[in-house]
């Protein structure tokens, strides 16, 4: 039906038309007394918008994004907490870049998060405490909730993970989905391996983004699980049996880092050592590969090794460890000096094996650090035992030593064991640590005649074996002579003070 004519609605009559009068159009009842199409075009000239003025950018911002507790994901903020190994850490930087990149706003205020992703090492029992601690926190502050890492893989049916959403060590590749389908309230589980026609993968894509908590380190894994079967080890649980990363997968990530303006990458795993074994590959041929690729002024770092797959390869990782672009470093873990010991841990070497593998790269690699671990107070161990541990530090003054009072995992042999009692664990591991602070051994060190240093022992790394350290822990101790200097230092920077004082003063009393 058409619009009937202006004229009309002033009260006149509509005209009448016959049957036998049929109007060809409906254009045809427009009377002249209206607008035409170009009178009513001249007239919109004439309008004059109305410009509203003020916070018209502030509006169209807050309405193109919904605000943060909108159930629609990809909009919330998330705070995360990673603890343990180099390992875990580089699993959290790989979660917080895919977050990130799908849109979500990575914070490091954990009360202004809207979700919570907590990345746990089930390596010791006070980690865990501190992992089981914050998610009590979290459900307090009623914030939603994601669990990663070792202790949920290793066992998610406890108590306190009941209702709560789990993203496996395997599975980080899938966290956006989990963390979405969080934010909506529901409790997704995602605990599954990686295969490929049914052969166990290292894990996710080596390719993903990542946010670097240092931008100029790239920790890469070259592979997950490990080949032992340590009675106390509770992340073979979770990590499971050796899978290694190809090598031209391991090399271009280690391209792309370096384009992304990486000068370090450090090689991380439960046993870099026993890399490649599975594959038909090893250790010595990822890294020459790798060494490359290293452009000049960037280093390569290698992760822990545990000695059995390191022994056969002694030769051409001394040639490696040499080489310009690598740190003349190595972190071998001992755990005891006692071989009835480390037959009930089921260390698979004994203390000469050790011993072999530590002097050959002394000899050949001048200068190199070597790292190693000590459990104290393992079950059965004996203060004969526990006297030859001593021994093996005072003769080998390992710069970097990380001493782990031994804890029970739920679930591991070891943990089944008589167990020595806790004060005879806590005394020798006060006891090794007064060793370990006896002697500097750095003291044949140009620096030393400007500082006298330490390397710290700890009794709460993340490294029991399994764990390589995320951080080598230096505290340089300044000798006697320089705090001497400093403290005259300070004396005429005082002395300046109160001579620029005084002259400020007699200048405002002349004046």
């Not at 992992?131 to 994601?146: G, M, Y």
């Not at 070259?222 to 290694?244: E, F, P, Q, V």
């Not at 260390?347 to 671990?373: H, M, N, Q, S, W």
């Not at 001497?484 to 004396?491: D, I, M, Q, T």
């Amino acid at each position: 039906m058409g619009v009937l004519p202006r004229s009309w609605a002033k009260g006149q009559k509509m005209p009448s038309a016959s049957c036998d009068a049929l109007l060809d159009d409906i254009e045809d009842i427009i009377s002249q007394e209206d607008s035409k199409p170009q009178d009513r075009h001249f007239s919109r000239k004439h309008v004059f918008p109305k410009i509203r003025r003020g916070n018209t950018q502030k509006y169209l911002q807050e309405e193109s994004r919904p605000p943060s507790d909108s159930t629609i994901p990809g909009i919330q903020k998330i705070w995360i907490r990673t603890w343990g190994c180099s390992h875990n850490n580089s699993d959290g930087e790989y979660m917080a870049g895919q977050l990130a990149a799908y849109g979500y706003k990575i914070t490091e205020n954990a009360s202004d998060a809207d979700l919570w992703l907590l990345n746990s090492c089930t390596v010791k029992n006070p980690a865990e405490d501190h992992f089981r601690n914050s998610i009590k926190k979290a459900q307090e502050e009623n914030k939603k909730i994601v669990l990663a890492g070792c202790v949920p893989q290793a066992q998610p049916r406890q108590d306190y993970l009941k209702g709560l959403s789990i993203i496996g060590v395997q599975q980080i590749d899938r966290v956006v989905e989990v963390v979405e389908e969080t934010i909506k309230g529901h409790s997704v589980r995602l605990l599954g391996q990686k295969k490929d026609n049914g052969k166990r993968l290292g894990g996710a894509r080596l390719d993903l983004p990542k946010i670097r908590k240092n931008p100029l380190i790239e920790i890469i894994s070259i592979n997950t699980g490990c080949l032992n079967a340590c009675t106390y080890c509770k992340t073979k649980h979770a990590r499971g049996n050796l899978a290694s990363y190809p090598i031209d997968e391991l090399v271009e990530r280690a391209k792309q880092s370096f384009q992304e303006g990486v000068c370090e990458i450090w090689l991380t795993s439960e046993d870099t050592g026993a890399y490649g074994r599975d594959i038909g590959t090893d250790l010595p041929t990822l890294l020459w590969k790798l060494v490359e690729v290293i452009p000049d002024g960037a280093m390569l770092r290698l992760g822990m090794t545990n000695p059995p797959y390191i022994l056969e390869h002694l030769e051409e990782m001394a040639k490696i460890l040499n080489h310009p672009r690598v740190y003349a470093f190595l972190h071998i873990p001992v755990q005891s000096a006692s071989d009835s010991v480390l037959m009930d841990m089921k260390r698979e070497y004994c203390v000469a094996d050790f011993k072999r593998v530590v002097d050959f790269l002394k000899e050949k690699v001048p200068g190199i650090t070597i790292a190693t671990d000590i459990i104290c107070g393992f079950p059965g161990e004996t203060d004969q035992d526990f006297q030859e541990t001593l021994k093996l530090v005072e003769e080998y003054k390992f710069p970097s030593l990380f001493i782990n009072q031994f804890y029970p995992r739920p679930g591991t042999p070891a943990a089944k064991a008589e167990q020595v009692p806790a004060h005879v664990k806590k005394q020798r591991t006060k006891d090794l640590s007064r060793v370990f602070h006896s002697y500097n051994p750095y003291d044949h060190k140009e620096f030393r005649t400007r500082f006298g240093n330490h390397l710290t022992s700890t009794s709460d790394t993340c490294a029991a074996s399994h764990c390589d350290s995320t951080y080598s822990r230096i505290v340089l101790q300044m000798s006697q002579h320089d705090c001497a200097l400093w403290v005259a230092a300070g004396l005429a920077l005082i002395a300046l003070l109160f001579a620029f004082l005084a002259r400020v003063y007699a200048y405002n009393v002349t004046k």
